[in-house]
């Protein structure tokens, strides 16, 4: 590619409005362009990253026995309906009505429409084991889209499913999978890690995600030092816990004004900073607040994960503000009556949330409980909200306490979710009564898995973890191109100009992945630009060098350049 003849877009301005490197970086280097909350343009420079990581999965997919297909991103109620999910997913599902006004939504993913497609495609136990993926565009509408692509409204994802015969199968496949996504991320050259995951929304047994290791990450993941990012050993995703200094223990006092910020916070980071317990769990909660005409203001669910919402200002909660606390009977009342806004509250449901020490203020602390999870997309027991004596011991581990099986000593860190396998067991199937026949002629329930990929996120957890002063520097499997040809004053020297294209060209054929600078930059900003975005090998051509037989080659995170002839520069870069 000669870069004339691309589009290269990068800025030299910090962009005010990203949060995070990754944004920041992406930005700067012209890989994205935002378009509305949560939705973004891939660039041609960002599109080449991006298909760099999508050729890896598909490649490691085909490798591991999946098979690919492509499913239709717009999907039709009756086929959620079948499942419950229509109702149950909540906020996340996009719902938009066609001329006939007929109902569909845009799908956050894919198990009812692979489930329609098995039972109609799959008659027999001889057709199973199968395991169907698809690297597709996926619509979430997220609270709050944030750091670019890292959350996104649409994304792209790749998510594949599974069918088996018998539980033992599904459980060799899991792992198959589990093993693929491990050589999924060595081969992008990601640093991750396997932890233990609820498997929350999209239920089932098992489950496990992958995580890039970031600060920046939103979930706090606890690992064992003592193994490694394999998954065998103990490694467990806090979810959203509050990071905390080894030694310490999350502050469960601080004032509650902290909660007051325009970040997300997890309910039990909301009850730890309030000082309070958690006395029992429901599938979601929330607070409402009343004004002084008991007017309903706002209304905060607090759960775990991400479906976490702040909107609600708590400081202006009785005692610290303007307002106060709605009681039990105008949360029903208005929650009654307003289906939509917070669902529909079951009374026998609404708990109360009892200060383990006594604030005055949280004495009326009332919270109702959405029986049916309809306002929040994928509130789940034990996932958004703790499991009695399970999730609880999990989070309330710090740096250094030793493991709980024993084997070490545990370190937290700060992850970003990529991955996710889960094991579904025969719920989908079932809802949709899929079968198949068994050996003995039966109608069988197949066994499923699920295993999803944020193909567009990997992007952007890439970049949290390689990126310096200057800006991005790929890990080799996803950079835009391997290497780079830059030419000083090719109009003042054709010569300078001959020698770069035939090297350019030398790089290509022999298997480098070579871009050429020909844009006639100067050599401070072509230079900025080339380690902006990341190439990984930089090979500069000028007439000095040409001179002494040499080209001056740099790794992007070398510190100094070095001066190499054709044979060094070609076994260099080969
Ligand atoms: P998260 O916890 O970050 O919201 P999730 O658990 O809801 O993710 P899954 O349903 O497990 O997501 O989907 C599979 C993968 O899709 C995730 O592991 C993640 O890498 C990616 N993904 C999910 N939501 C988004 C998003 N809003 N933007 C970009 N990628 C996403
Ligand atoms: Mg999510
Ligand atoms: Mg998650
Ligand atoms: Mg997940």
Known sequence: MRLSQFHLHTSKETPADAEVISHKLMLKAGMIRKLAAGLYTWSPLGLRVLRKVERAVREEMDAAGAIEVLMPSVQPRELWEETGRWQKFGGQLLKIKDRKDAEYCYGPTHEEVITDFARNELASYKQLPVNFYQIQTKFRDEIRPRFGVMRAREFLMKDAYSFHISDADLVREYRNMHD????????????????????????GDASQEFHVLADSGEDAIAYCIE???????????????????????????????????????TCEEVAA???????????????????????????????RGDHAVNEIKLAKLPGLGDYRLATEAE????????????????????????????????ADFVVGANETGYHLAGVNWGRD?????????????????????????????????????????????EAMKCTVLDDNGKAATPAMGCYGIGVSRIVAAAIEQNFDANGIAWPEAMAPWQAVVCVINPKKDPAVAEAAEAL?????????????DDRGLRPGAMFADIELIGIPHRVVVSERGLASGSFEYRHRRAE???????????????
């Open 504 to 516: 350019y060209r030398e790089l290509n054929a022999a298997g480098v992945e070579t871009a050429l």
């Open 227 to 265: 193994d490694d990012s394999d998954g065998s050993g103990y490694a467990a995703n806090l979810e959203a816990a509050e990071a905390v200094a080894p030694g310490e223990r999350p502050a469960a006092t601080e004032a509650m004004h902290q909660i007051d910020t325009p970040t997300q916070k």
């Open 331 to 362: 949360i029903a009342e208005h929650l009654g009556s307003e289906p939509g806004f917070l669902g529909p509250v079951a009374p026998k449901n609404a708990i109360r949330i009892v200060a383990d020490r006594s604030v005055a203020a949280m």
């Open 180 to 203: 693929t996504y491990s050589r999924i991320f060595t081969r992008l050259g990601l640093k991750f890690r396997a932890v233990q995951a609820d498997s929350g929304a999209i239920g």
């Open 560 to 574: 100094e350049a070095e001066n190499l002839d054709r044979s060094a520069l070609l076994a260099r870069l080969g």
């Open 385 to 429: 909200l703790p499991e009695p004596d399970t999730v609880a011991d999990i989070r309330n581990v710090v740096a250094g306490d030793p493991s709980p099986d024993g084997r070490g000593t545990l370190a937290i860190a700060r992850g970003i979710e990529v991955g996710h396998v889960f094991q579904l067991g025969r719920k989908y199937a």
């Open 273 to 303: 900073l309030m000082g309070i317990a958690l006395e029992r769990t429901v599938k979601s909660v929330a607070l409402m607040g009343v004004d002084a005409d008991a007017k309903p203001q706002f209304g905060l669910a607090l759960v």
